[in-house]
T-cell receptor
Framework: AAGVIQSPRHLIKEKRETATLKCYPI?????VYWYQQGPGQDPQFLIS???????DKGSIPDRFSAQQFSDYHSELNMSSLELGDSALYFC??????????????FGEGSRLTVL | GNSVTQMEGPVTLSEEAFLTINCTYT??????LFWYVQYPGEGLQLLLK?????DKGSNKGFEATYRKETTSFHLEKGSVQVSDSAVYFC?????????????FGRGTSLIVHP
């Protein structure tokens, strides 16, 4: 079965540079979530999209922005990168059909290292 | 707000030992509860879930019971294997403002020795 696809899997950037992460949700899933997981930390919710519209916002820095496109893929844009942005970034998707209880399907993550 | 607290790791066990990973939660509504597992180098995968009080979720020999009176959802397995070594995350999901935003615990690393 198709899973959530994230790219790139690994990314190395310098401070103050810009990075873009991509996420392709499971086909027919209508909601995409972005999470940031620092070393030894729990995943922190950044932002979510439902049917291509931003639905909820978590602890996403102002330097970050995200959008969901007409084909449902999503991109997380990070500018003015800081050392503290080094983390594993997960995308997850879900399908909010009747009876949905909140489980997410995660991609394998994109590891960003800022030097 | 919602929060999840789980026991700190790492938890180190020998193969075939009994496993318990404690998880308690705070929620304003009636959340669904989940355990996710993260194997090295991989994303989180749903292990099991329970959607209402007294429900028991089970999968691959793991079990957890939704205890509303103690606000707990402890993960158990009777006999662990080396292949169970991973990080386990307890999570809850509550419908807030029309959408579900899961809240995760900090994760508990499990190391199983042969």
């Amino acid at each position: 079965a198709a899973g959530v696809i994230q790219s790139p899997r690994h990314l190395i950037k310098e401070k103050r540079e810009t990075a873009t992460l991509k996420c392709y949700p499971i086909p027919r899933h209508d909601t995409v979530y972005w999470y940031q997981q620092g070393p030894g930390q729990d995943p922190q919710f950044l932002i979510s999209f439902y049917e291509k519209m931003q639905s909820d916002k978590g602890s996403i820095p102002d330097r970050f922005s995200a959008q969901q496109f007409s084909d449902y893929h999503s991109e997380l844009n990070m500018s003015s990168l800081e050392l503290g942005d080094s983390a594993l970034y997960f995308c997850a998707s879900s399908f909010s059909a009747s009876g949905y209880t909140g489980e997410l399907f995660f991609g394998e993550g994109s590891r960003l290292t800022v030097l | 707000g919602n929060s999840v607290t789980q026991m700190e790791g790492p938890v180190t066990l020998s193969e075939e030992a009994f496993l318990t990973i404690n998880c308690t939660y705070t929620a304003t509504g009636y959340p669904s509860l989940f355990w996710y597992v993260q194997y090295p180098g991989e994303g989180l995968q749903l292990l099991l879930k329970a959607t209402k009080a007294d429900d028991k979720g089970s999968n691959k020999g793991f079990e957890a019971t939704y205890r509303k009176e103690t606000t707990s959802f402890h993960l158990e397995k009777g006999s662990v294997q080396v292949s169970d070594s991973a990080v386990y995350f307890c999570a809850l999901s509550d419908k807030t403002g029309g959408s579900y935003i899961p809240t995760f615990g900090r994760g508990t690393s499990l190391i199983v020795h042969p």
